[in-house]
């Protein structure tokens, strides 16, 4: 089975902090994912990436870094944590040339 | 116009009933149409995927893509409350192209 594994269920982080969202995946994707989804918005994409050290904005990029220096580990960087930053935070990866994503369990992060 | 509209819920429905659920797009480049299901604190896993116009069956489930009046449906028949989650329409316009989701719409099958 593939597995997208997110390095925690819940956060709790201050306003200002510098947060990191870890996300690895075991079946060799090329293709990893953050988005975040919030109630009545659904699922919207942060970043993507294609490759290691590549990556593309997705719909709302503002506020968010990313890292990809391996290829089965994609970061989420929250470079400067603030209130409406507070999220469920979804990591996916899928293989090159598939539609089909496979997703972790999600983050829900909580900016105080 | 958002690119993908998604029937607003929640949907409530008694254990057996056949469930409707539906999508909207107005990019015709979309090719590739699924239809994701979230249980409560999870997250979203592939139901169903297809590619072409018609049909598409397995078990209990179903899904219909109308390409010519950009229009996805999901049909649940013999509905359980095991059904009972967050279902997401998603499409591409190709292979390596990004997801585009609709806003999600929640069911719950009453016993």
């Known amino acids: 089975d593939v597995k997208v594994t997110q390095s925690s269920r819940y956060l709790v982080k201050r306003t200002g902090e510098k947060v990191f969202l870890e996300c690895v995946q075991d079946?060799?994707?090329?293709?990893m994912f953050w988005y975040r989804q919030d109630p009545g918005l659904g699922l919207r994409l942060i970043y993507f990436?294609?490759?290691?050290?590549?990556?593309e904005k997705g719909d709302i990029p503002e506020g968010y870094s990313v890292s990809r220096e391996k290829k089965e580990r994609f970061s989420l960087i929250l470079e400067s944590a603030s209130t409406n930053q507070t999220s469920m935070y979804l990591c996916?990866?899928?293989?090159?040339?598939?539609?089909?994503?496979?997703f972790g369990q999600g983050t829900r992060l909580t900016v105080v | 116009q958002k690119e993908v509209e998604q029937d607003p819920g929640p949907l409530s429905v008694p254990e057996g009933a056949i469930v409707s659920l539906n999508c909207t797009y107005s990019?015709?480049?979309?090719?590739?149409f699924m239809w994701y299901r979230q249980y409560s604190r999870k997250g979203p896993e592939l139901l169903m995927y297809?590619?072409?116009?018609g049909n598409k069956e397995d078990g209990r489930f179903t899904a219909q893509v109308d390409k010519s009046s950009k229009y996805i449906s999901l049909f649940i028949r013999d509905s359980q409350p095991s059904d009972s989650a967050t279902y997401l329409c998603a499409m591409v316009t190709g292979a390596n192209s990004k997801l585009t989701f609709g806003k999600g719409i929640t069911l719950s099958v009453r016993p």
């Open positions: 297809t590619y072409s116009s």
């Open positions: 079946m060799d994707h090329e293709n």
């Open positions: 990436s294609y490759d290691v050290k590549m990556k």
């Open positions: 990019n015709s480049a979309f090719q590739y």
């Open positions: 996916a990866s899928s293989q090159i040339a598939e539609t089909e994503a496979f």
